[in-house]
């Protein structure tokens, strides 16, 4: 269950780990959508390598620079990369329903400037 502090806060704060152990805190915009928190991502980045080799995730609500307030709880989960374009298109229309026209935005002009292409990936946290 997905407690409503992380699904109503606009961006999370998304702790993936290292081979080593280390924690790496990235905060991103996320969506609840059943029993999932979802996270749209580039397929590049270091969060979807570091998933790779080790699903363990915490989630925190924070604000768009990963600043956590005081008193706000921390979740551990699992997450999962959500991979092909059928699972995409789930995460983007996710997306699109919380944060609108900013994601539409966003993912429009990156396509464009892109040539047409979307290189991302979909992440799955089951806390």
């Known amino acids: 269950m997905i407690p409503e502090v992380v699904a109503r806060s ?13 924690a790496v805190a990235t905060p991103v915009w996320a969506v609840a959508e059943g029993d999932e928190l979802l996270v ?6 270091w969060k979807v ?15 768009v620079r990963g600043r956590i307030a005081e008193g706000v709880p921390t979740v551990e989960g699992t997450g999962r990369l959500l ?3 059928d699972a995409l298109g789930r995460v983007r ?13 966003m993912d429009s002009v990156g396509a464009l400037v892109r040539g047409g292409k979307r290189p991302h990936v979909g992440i799955s946290v089951t806390l």
């Open 49 to 63: 390598k570091r998933l790779r080799n080790d699903a363990r995730v915490t989630v925190t609500p924070c604000d």
């Open 40 to 45: 749209w991502t580039r397929d590049d980045s």
């Open 83 to 85: 991979e092909g374009k």
């Open 10 to 22: 606009p961006y999370v704060s998304l702790v993936t780990y290292r081979r080593s152990g280390t």
């Open 93 to 105: 229309r996710a997306m699109a329903g919380k944060y609108g026209l900013r994601f539409r935005l």
